[in-house]
């Protein structure tokens, strides 16, 4: 089944940035929608930003259009969200998610749909 695994996070003031990665493995379908989301103690889980990796279409939340871009290296089959202007708010576990083709639009960022996990990364942002 598809492995996946998170890195970058980490502490950081207010107006700075961090890259985060997620690298797969064992995957199965010739494309996959990749979505990142975040959760604080006490909140729903929120997906963030999603890449379609057969065709490299994105989504984004509101909340970080214009400061986060997820984007994917093919050869390393590994998918990033370089994360600028960083807001004490988006402090919180990070999650990459992966679910299949045919599960759905690629607007839909719900965690039930999704199939395949990895560990977190914690960010950390302070004002």
């Known amino acids: 089944q598809v492995q996946l695994v998170e890195s970058g996070g980490g502490s950081v003031q207010a107006g700075g940035s961090l890259r985060l990665s997620c690298a797969a493995s064992?995957?199965?379908?010739?494309?996959?929608?990749v979505t990142w989301f975040r959760q604080v103690p006490g909140k729903e889980r929120e997906g963030v930003a999603t890449?379609?990796?057969?065709?490299?279409?994105?989504f984004y939340a509101d909340s970080v259009k214009g400061r986060f871009t997820i984007s994917q290296d093919q050869p390393k089959s590994t998918v990033y969200l370089q994360m600028n202007s960083l807001k004490p708010e988006d402090t919180g576990m990070y999650y990459c998610?992966?679910?299949?083709?045919?599960?759905?639009?690629?607007?839909?960022?719900?965690?039930?749909?999704?199939?395949?996990w990895g560990q977190g990364t914690q960010v950390t942002v302070s004002s």
């Open positions: 064992g995957y199965t379908y010739w494309a996959y929608f």
């Open positions: 998610a992966a679910r299949g083709p045919g599960t759905g639009p690629l607007v839909t960022m719900t965690a039930p749909v999704y199939k395949y």
């Open positions: 890449i379609y990796t057969g065709s490299g279409s994105t």
